[in-house]
């Protein structure tokens, strides 16, 4: 895989393994008084996350929450947009956009975004054209149905490796046909995006299987129902639990892992690491 990946104006150096912040901007966390305020907080954040070793913010204007309705290309724009222009402005933070919309790629890679993240990997209509457009890497992510319905009795005709290995192939080759560089390209196998807790836990531990790609793993574990079921935790106490899956994913080849908590998983991760790297160098 890339040592380092080119986004935008920032160089992400992929030589060893890094931290996504989330940053949510679905309405929910507009609730309080009002967008400025919301803006003000998201830019505390933001801040927050980047000092604690971020080393990209991931804004998600679509609630890919199961049940969640649809929303209009022009809302989740209204959402995401004036988040990305003073991230980029305010902190010259590298951002990864979470969208699957055609437009919102190409307004916010103009407004300085670093990476498109599409939990859809460029399946809808207009979409591979746009990321095409925008020169960004662009992670691809497996989902089976969608939010709304995902969940709902999520199975499988092969092994759940397979099926994800198979389909992000797939998408990779779609994207390599229409002129998409392999260097742009990220891969991810989307814990939680229409999978049992049964096949979250297997493909985490067959995940090294992915290398074969020789593309960046990139993975979202971080406070997923997985973890909730396996220890009976709520959504506030989950840390402890994305900690051990993060060492474990690090183990397995994820070098950007999305996570909500940024500065504990910076210690987890590069904990790990430590050891990793050490065998390697002493052979
Ligand atoms: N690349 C990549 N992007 C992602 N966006 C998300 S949203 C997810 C969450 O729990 O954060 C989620 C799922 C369902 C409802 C709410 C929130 N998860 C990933 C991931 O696993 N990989």
């Given at each position: 895989a890339p040592t380092w990946l080119p986004c935008g104006r920032h160089r992400l150096d992929l030589s060893y393994?890094?931290?996504?912040?989330?940053?949510?901007?679905?309405?929910?966390?507009?609730?309080?008084?009002?967008?400025?305020?919301?803006?003000?907080?998201?830019?505390?954040?933001?801040?927050?996350?980047?000092a604690e070793g971020a080393a990209i913010i991931d804004v998600g204007g679509e609630s890919?929450?199961?049940?969640?309705?649809?929303?209009?290309?022009q809302q989740e724009l209204d959402r995401v947009a004036p988040v990305?222009?003073?991230?980029?402005?305010?902190?010259?933070?590298?951002?990864?956009?979470?969208?699957?919309?055609?437009?919102?790629?190409?307004?916010?890679?103009?407004?300085?975004?670093?990476?498109?993240?599409?939990?859809?990997?460029?399946q809808r209509e207009g979409a591979l054209e746009a990321a095409l457009g925008t020169g960004l890497p662009v992670c691809l992510m497996h989902m089976q149905g969608e939010p709304q319905d995902m969940q709902q009795a999520p199975?499988?005709?092969?092994?759940?490796?397979?099926?994800?290995?198979?389909?992000?192939?797939?998408?990779?080759?779609?994207?390599?046909?229409?002129?998409?560089?392999?260097?742009?390209?990220?891969?991810?196998?989307?814990?939680?995006?229409?999978?049992?807790?049964?096949?979250?836990?297997?493909?985490?531990?067959?995940m090294?299987?992915?290398?074969?790609?020789?593309?960046?793993?990139l993975v979202g574990l971080s406070r997923k129902s997985l973890i909730g079921k396996v220890l009976g935790r709520p959504v506030e106490e989950r840390l402890p639990g994305g900690l051990a899956l993060a060492s474990l994913a690090v183990e397995r080849g994820a070098r950007?892992?999305?996570?909500?908590?940024?500065?504990?998983?910076?210690?987890a991760v590069n904990m790990t690491w430590a050891v990793l790297r050490e065998g390697c160098e002493n052979d």
């Open positions: 393994p890094r931290v996504m912040g989330i940053l949510n901007v679905t309405p929910d966390s507009f609730s309080d008084g009002g967008r400025h305020v919301a803006l003000d907080d998201a830019l505390r954040h933001a801040e927050r996350m980047l890919t929450r199961p049940g969640a309705q649809a929303i209009t290309a990305v222009e003073r991230l980029v402005c305010e902190l010259d933070a590298l951002v990864s956009v979470d969208t699957s919309t055609p437009a919102v790629m190409r307004q916010t890679a103009a407004l300085g975004a670093g990476m498109i993240n599409d939990v859809r990997a460029l199975r499988y005709d092969a092994p759940i490796e397979e099926a994800v290995m198979d389909f992000l192939e797939t998408r990779v080759a779609a994207c390599e046909a229409a002129g998409l560089r392999r260097e742009r390209l990220l891969i991810d196998p989307g814990f939680g995006f229409g999978k049992t807790v049964e096949h979250n836990l297997r493909l985490l531990n067959r090294d299987r992915m290398t074969r790609f020789d593309l960046p793993l950007i892992l999305r996570v909500h908590d940024v500065g504990p998983t910076m210690d």
